[in-house]
C-alpha cells in the first residue's frame, strides 16, 4: 500500500501537478503558480494574509482556439536579479531593482503551442506577463480577449473611477467592492463613444484596503504595442478579470510572436506608505533608451492657460461669426479682444518668469485654426506651424532668449491622430528652429478616424511613437488626454509629464472632491508624474469670469503641498502673474521648492484622507515638505529625523489659519519660521481641504537664525 501511494506521488510530481513556490528577496511574499486540469493559477500571500486568492491565468483568441487551458507544465526556471541604477529625474536619485524570478513554460499539446508566464518577485509585490516564443504553431494571432484573473480575499474598500475607453478624468469614488456596480448605475452615463461601457469595470490603477488594515494596488506596467487594460468585477466571487479597451473593430489586439504582453501587476502592504514609495512600475521597464540624456530637464513654468480655462480669456483669434470656417484669411479677420497668446501679453509672462527664476512659458492658442475646431465640432486639424497674426514667432523667441526663458510649445492634435503623425517632423523641426525644447500635447475629444478610442492597442502605438519622434529632435513630451502612464518615463525620461486624470482644469469646471489630491498619489501616480498644474491663488474663478461660479475646493496652503505631494518633474504655477503680486508672500515658496529630488519620506499617508511628504532636493541639503487634507479638519503629527543629524535649519511653514475653510475661507494662510534639527517634531493644523508647505534651508550663517525660535 505504501509502496503504491509513493507511485502516486511520483506520477503527480511528473505530471508537473504540483504548486511551484516562489519567494520575494525578503521573505514576506510567496507566490504559487500551478496547473490545474490544465488551467494556469496563481495566488499571492504576504505574510501568510492572502492578497490575491487563486486566479486564472490565458487569453481567448479571435478565430483561432484559446490559450486558456489544455496546458502541462513543460519547465520552470528561477533566478534572482539585483542592480541599483539612477534615473535621469526622479524621486530618488538611486532605484534598487531586486526580485526573485520564475518562468513558466505551458505546453499546449492539443494546438503545439508554447506560451511562458513570467512572474517577477519584489520586496513591495508581483509583476507577471505573458511571452509567446517565436514557434511554428502561433505566429500573427488576435486577441478576442485577456482572461488574467485577481480574485480578492474579501469585500475591500476601493479608490476607483469607472471604466472608460476615452477619458480618465473621473473624481475617485469610495466604496465596498460590491457596491461598486450600484453606485456606477446610479451615477454613471456612457458617452456615445462607449459602444461596450460596462457597470462592473474599474481603470487601473485600482487602490484598495482590507478590513485587516492591508493595502492593495493594481496596475500595469510597460504598456507597449497593447491595449490598456481595464478591471471587470463578478460581484458575487469578488474576481477582478482583465478587460481590454477594444479598437473600432472590436478587437483587443493584434501580435505577433516573439512577443509579450505588458506586465500585471499587485503591490501590497500593511503600510500605506510603502505603496506611495514603490519603485515596481519603474523596474518592469526597460533602461533608458538615450545614451545622452543632457537635453533632458526638470521644468518649473508659468503659462498662458488658466486665464483660457476659466474663460477669462479665448484660444480663439477671430469671433466665430467674422470667419468662414476652414478658409479664414486671418490677417483680415476681425480679432475678437479676448485672444490671449498675443505678442504683447506673452513678452509679459516671460519678463514675469525671468524676474521669479521659471524656466519657461507656455502658450496656448499661439496657432491658427481654433475657431474652425470650435465650429466644427472639434473635427478641425490644425498644422502646427502657423501662428496668428499677433503672435509673433522669432520675435518672442529672440525676447525669451535674451531673458533666459524658453517658450513652451502647444499642440492640439484635436484627436485627429494620423493628420499629427503626417506633421511631426515638420512640427518637430520648427520647435527646434525656435528654441522650443518641450512640448504639451492634446489629445481633446473623439479619435479620428472615427471608432477607434482614446486607450485601444492602435492609440498605444501612437502615443509612443510620438514619444520616440521627439526623441530624435531633443524634445520632452508632456501628453495630456493620453494613456494613463505605466512606468515608461524610465524607458523614455522625454516622457516628462503626462495629464491622464482629472486635473486643475476641474476646478475650473465645477470643481474636485476635496479627497481627491489624497487618492490620486495612490492610483495615477503610481506609473509615472503628473502635470496637475497647481498653484491657484483666487479661488473664486468668478474674479476671472463672471460667467463662471465655480470655486477652487483648496486652501492656498494646499496649493503650495501639491508641489510636493503631487510628484512631477515638470512644475507649473498655473495663476495669472496679477493674483501672484498679490501674494508674493506665499508666491515665494513656488519659487523655491526643487523639480528633481535626490530622497523621499512618507510621513503620512492614508488614502481618501490625507499624505505627507518630504522631499530632499537634488544637489543640495534643503528639503520641502507637503501635505494635503481631505475634506475633515485634522492634525498632522510629523517629526523631522529624516534631517542630517547634528544641523540646523531654517524651516518656514505655509499652513491653514484656525479659520481656513476650502469653502469658506480658503484664502486664510499664514507663514511662520523656525529652526529646526533632526530631533524636532511639529503638531500642525490642516484645515477642510487644507493642508501646509515647508522649506527646510540649511543653516549657513548664524545671522540666519537669529531671532527665530527652536521647534
Known amino acids: 500500500m505504501k509502496k503504491a501511494i509513493f507511485s502516486i506521488v511520483l506520477v503527480i510530481l511528473a505530471l508537473g ?8 528577496p525578503n521573505g514576506q511574499f510567496t507566490l504559487q503558480f500551478e496547473v490545474k486540469e490544465g488551467i494556469p493559477v496563481y495566488q499571492l500571500d504576504l505574510n501568510g494574509h492572502a492578497i490575491i486568492k487563486e486566479s486564472k491565468l ?14 502541462t507544465l513543460a519547465n520552470v526556471s528561477t533566478s534572482s536579479f539585483d542592480e541599483t541604477w539612477k534615473p535621469v529625474w526622479g524621486e530618488v536619485k538611486e532605484i534598487r531593482n531586486h526580485y526573485n524570478e520564475m518562468a513558466v513554460t505551458l505546453d499546449q499539446k492539443s494546438s503545439g503551442r ?8 519584489f520586496d513591495d509585490g508581483l509583476g507577471f506577463r505573458y511571452e509567446f516564443p517565436e514557434q511554428a504553431k502561433l505566429t500573427h494571432f488576435v486577441i478576442k480577449e485577456e482572461r488574467t484573473q485577481f480574485a480578492m480575499a474579501g469585500d475591500h474598500t476601493a479608490f476607483w473611477i469607472p471604466g472608460d475607453y476615452d477619458t480618465q478624468e473621473y473624481n475617485y469614488s469610495t466604496s465596498k467592492l460590491s457596491e461598486i456596480r450600484g453606485l456606477m448605475e446610479a451615477s454613471i452615463t456612457p458617452n456615445a463613444s462607449q459602444t461596450s461601457f460596462s457597470t462592473t469595470g474599474v481603470q487601473t490603477s485600482l487602490m484598495m484596503k482590507t478590513d485587516e488594515g492591508l493595502y492593495i494596488n493594481l496596475h500595469e506596467a510597460a504598456l507597449v504595442e497593447y491595449a490598456c487594460m481595464h478591471l471587470e468585477l463578478d460581484d458575487e466571487t469578488l474576481v ?13 489586439g493584434y501580435l505577433q510572436a516573439p512577443c509579450h504582453t505588458p506586465w500585471r501587476t499587485v503591490i501590497a502592504s500593511d503600510d500605506a506608505a510603502d505603496i506611495l514609495m514603490s519603485h515596481m512600475t519603474l523596474n518592469l521597464n526597460d533602461p533608458c533608451v538615450y545614451d545622452d540624456t543632457s537635453w533632458i530637464q526638470p521644468i518649473k513654468y508659468i503659462g498662458v492657460w488658466w486665464e483660457m480655462i476659466t474663460g477669462k480669456s479665448s484660444w480663439a ?6 470667419v468662414q470656417l476652414g478658409k479664414t484669411d486671418y490677417s483680415k ?8 497668446a498675443n505678442t504683447d501679453h506673452v513678452k509679459r509672462h516671460i519678463d514675469f518668469a525671468a524676474e521669479h527664476g521659471f524656466d519657461a512659458v507656455l502658450v496656448e492658442g499661439w496657432n491658427e485654426g481654433w475657431e474652425d475646431w470650435f465650429g466644427k465640432s472639434k473635427d478641425y486639424v490644425f498644422d502646427f506651424v502657423t501662428p496668428y497674426p499677433d503672435f509673433d514667432v522669432e520675435g518672442l523667441r529672440d525676447y525669451a532668449k535674451s531673458k533666459g526663458v524658453r517658450l513652451m510649445m502647444h499642440h492640439e492634435t484635436s484627436g485627429s491622430v494620423r493628420n499629427y503623425e503626417r506633421h511631426l517632423d515638420q512640427a518637430y523641426q520648427f520647435m527646434v528652429d525656435n528654441g522650443y ?3 504639451k500635447s492634446g489629445y481633446v475629444g473623439n479619435i479620428l478616424p472615427r471608432g477607434e478610442t482614446h486607450y485601444s492597442q492602435w492609440m498605444i502605438n501612437h502615443y509612443l511613437y510620438a514619444v520616440q519622434k521627439a526623441g530624435d529632435y531633443k524634445i520632452m513630451v508632456n501628453a495630456h488626454e493620453a494613456v494613463r502612464p505605466t512606468g515608461l518615463c524610465r524607458t523614455y525620461p522625454n516622457l516628462i509629464g503626462n495629464e491622464s486624470a482629472r486635473g486643475t482644469e476641474y476646478e475650473s469646471f465645477g470643481g474636485n472632491n476635496p479627497d481627491h489630491t489624497t487618492i490620486l498619489p495612490f492610483t495615477r501616480l503610481i506609473g509615472g508624474p503628473m502635470d496637475y498644474t497647481p498653484g491657484i491663488f483666487e479661488p473664486d474663478v468668478s474674479q476671472y469670469n463672471p460667467d463662471n461660479g465655480s470655486k477652487v475646493n483648496t486652501t492656498i496652503a494646499r496649493q503650495l503641498a501639491l508641489y510636493v505631494t503631487m510628484y512631477s518633474p515638470l512644475q507649473m504655477a498655473a495663476d495669472l502673474p496679477e493674483t501672484y503680486e498679490k501674494h508674493m508672500d506665499a508666491f515665494q515658496f513656488i519659487k523655491d521648492v526643487a523639480v528633481d529630488w535626490e530622497d523621499t519620506k512618507v510621513l503620512e499617508a492614508e488614502p481618501g484622507d490625507y499624505i505627507t511628504y518630504a522631499r530632499k532636493e537634488k544637489g543640495s541639503g534643503n528639503w520641502f515638505v507637503g501635505r494635503t487634507n481631505d475634506e475633515e479638519a485634522r492634525t498632522s503629527r510629523i517629526h523631522f529625523d529624516f534631517l542630517t543629524p547634528g544641523k540646523k535649519y531654517v524651516a518656514t511653514i505655509y499652513s491653514d489659519q484656525k479659520e481656513a475653510h476650502y469653502k469658506t475661507n480658503p484664502k486664510a494662510y499664514q507663514i ?9 517634531e511639529l503638531n500642525q493644523f490642516c484645515a477642510p481641504g487644507g493642508g501646509y508647505a515647508i522649506s527646510i534651508m540649511e543653516v549657513s550663517d548664524k545671522s540666519e537664525v537669529k531671532g527665530l525660535r527652536k521647534l
Open 333 to 340: 479677420a476681425s480679432p475678437s479682444g479676448k485672444h490671449a
Open 114 to 121: 508554447i506560451m511562458v508566464i513570467r512572474l517577477r518577485l
Open 672 to 680: 511662520s519660521k523656525f529652526v529646526v534639527t533632526s530631533k524636532s
Open 58 to 71: 490565458g487569453l481567448e483568441l479571435k478565430d483561432a482556439s484559446s490559450l486558456l487551458d489544455g496546458f
Open 17 to 24: 501537478l504540483r504548486a511551484e513556490e516562489l519567494k520575494s
Open 437 to 439: 525644447n518641450s512640448v
Open 317 to 322: 483669434y477671430a469671433d466665430l461669426p467674422s
Open 240 to 252: 477582478f478579470e482583465s478587460h481590454l479597451t477594444p479598437d473600432a473593430q472590436g478587437v483587443k
